[in-house]
């Protein structure tokens, strides 16, 4: 009676592995990101061995699954551009799948995406300051268009702290503050100064803003009650021209 009752608890129990690798199973070919990351948690703890006749049998599901996510990650035609990212997923795809030959083929074609778009870039931003094109615009390419997207597809590239850009914000600052542009002026400088709190050139213009910001209102305040008394004298006269 012993062994029948231990018996069928083996038999229970292996029932019950049977049921978890199933629906582990399910879950990583369901190509379902609600689903899969959790699956993919839970299959880090399994043993070598069970592991392993999990991955041979999900292999082409999930491979699809972490190549859609690659390919969300940096598509260019939907303006997404995290090649970091895209380079983070197919490493963790690689600690499954490393003698996928599939795989090695995607991550040559997104470096070879990532390093051609970083030359156009390159070439749109030097363009672009030589143009005095700094300030986001929709109707033209601009600076900022470019460094939006080189911040997505390399956050450590050279040209986000390029000296270039930072002298031609002092230069138009300076060239909207003396034609009292003031509202250009301060975008030119708040844009300059993100780039560079410590430079001194615009520290100076943002100080000559304010002041002739405050220069300008004060003179309107005076110009005001100067115009009402100029209209009141005006009507004065008409009244003595009535008589």
Do not use: H
């Amino acid at each position: 009676a012993v062994l029948i009752v231990a018996a069928v608890g083996y038999f229970g129990v292996l029932q019950w592995q049977e049921q978890q690798s199933g629906r582990l199973v399910d879950a990583l070919q369901s190509r379902d990101d609600a689903r899969v990351p959790a699956a993919i948690e839970e299959l880090r703890g399994l043993d070598e061995r069970d592991r392993g006749a999990v991955l041979t049998e999900v292999r082409e599901p999930l491979v699809d699954w972490y190549e859609s996510r690659v390919r969300r990650a940096a598509d260019q035609s939907a303006g997404r551009y995290d090649y970091p990212e895209a380079e983070r997923i197919l490493d963790e795809a690689d600690v499954w799948y490393s003698y996928v030959g599939r795989l090695d083929d995607l991550r040559d074609a997104v470096e070879t995406e990532r390093k051609e778009l970083l030359v156009e870039l390159d070439r749109r931003y030097t363009e672009n300051i030589e143009a005095g094109r700094l300030l986001p615009n929709p109707n033209e390419d601009n600076v900022a268009a470019v460094l939006e997207i080189l911040m997505q597809a390399d956050p450590g590239n050279a040209l986000l702290a390029d000296t270039r850009l930072t002298i031609a914000y002092e230069k138009q600052a300076e060239a909207a503050l003396a034609r009292k542009d003031f509202d250009r002026a301060k975008e030119l400088i708040a844009l300059g100064l993100a780039r560079d709190s410590n430079d001194s050139i615009l520290k100076d213009l943002s100080f000559k803003l304010d002041a002739a910001q405050n220069s300008e209102a004060t003179a309107q305040r005076v110009a005001a009650p100067r115009a009402q008394l100029g209209t009141a004298a005006d009507l004065k006269t008409v009244e003595e021209l009535q008589k």
